[in-house]
T-cell receptor, first 112, second 115 residues
């Protein structure tokens, strides 16, 4: 059965800290991995990763995929209170219409 | 342009009643997905549509759940004879292709509470 596991499940840091969120996957016919940020309601898209070893960056956020070891990390540097959210990773298998297989999420709380 | 919209935003219903949840995807998106998020859980895939067809219904938890999509646009998820374990946030998403090469855009969800 396809599975995505995130760690830690929750994390509390102070503003300015750097955090690393982990996502491992076991997915038959893996195509890509996506990261989303969920604050109150709708998850918002952060990154899509399809190739190993190529870092994607957006401001203070970055992410990389390792297809040999079957994991991805999401880094957030110089955290701010606005980064507080649940971070979701999801794997996309080939030939299944693009459906997302989600991990449980990591709840990040950034304290002032 | 407008994003994915869902209605109602909240629904409280009595056990045993039927409910209908609606999703309006982004105009032009051919693929539409339904997910469920139970308290403290990640998102669980329910069903997806390519146009008006549903090639994958594998995530529907029981035959009380059904969904349809008309005109390649609006979708409704129907839950018959609701049970307390159906309480969750139901999220809809849409994407351009349904090929897994583009991101899915999510709606704000419908919070369903079965009393």
């Amino acid at each position: 059965e396809d599975k995505v596991v995130q760690s830690p499940l929750s994390l509390v840091v102070h503003e300015g800290d750097t955090v690393t969120l982990n996502c491992s996957y076991e997915v038959t016919n893996f195509r890509s991995l996506l990261w989303y940020k969920q604050e109150k309601k709708a998850p918002t898209f952060l990154f899509m990763l399809t190739s190993s070893g190529i870092e994607k960056k957006s401001g203070r956020l970055s992410s990389i995929l390792d297809k040999k070891e079957l994991f991805s990390i999401l880094n957030i540097t110089a955290t701010q209170t606005g980064d507080s959210a649940v971070y979701l990773c999801a794997a996309v298998p080939y030939n299944q219409g693009g459906k997302l297989i989600f991990g449980q999420g990591t709840e990040l709380s950034v304290k002032p | 342009g407008a994003g994915v919209s869902q209605s109602p935003s909240n629904k409280v219903t009595e056990k045993g009643k039927d409910v209908e949840l609606r999703c309006d995807p982004i105009s032009g998106h051919t693929a539409l997905y339904w997910y469920r998020q139970s308290l403290g859980q990640g998102l669980e895939f329910l069903i997806y549509f390519q146009g008006n067809s549903a090639p994958d219904k594998s995530g529907l938890p029981s035959d009380r759940f059904s969904a349809e999509r008309t005109g390649g646009s609006v979708s409704t998820l129907t839950i018959q004879r609701t049970q307390q374990e159906d309480s969750a946030v139901y999220l809809c998403a849409s994407s351009w292709t349904g090929q897994g090469v583009d991101e899915q855009y999510f709606g704000p969800g419908t919070r369903l509470t079965v009393t």
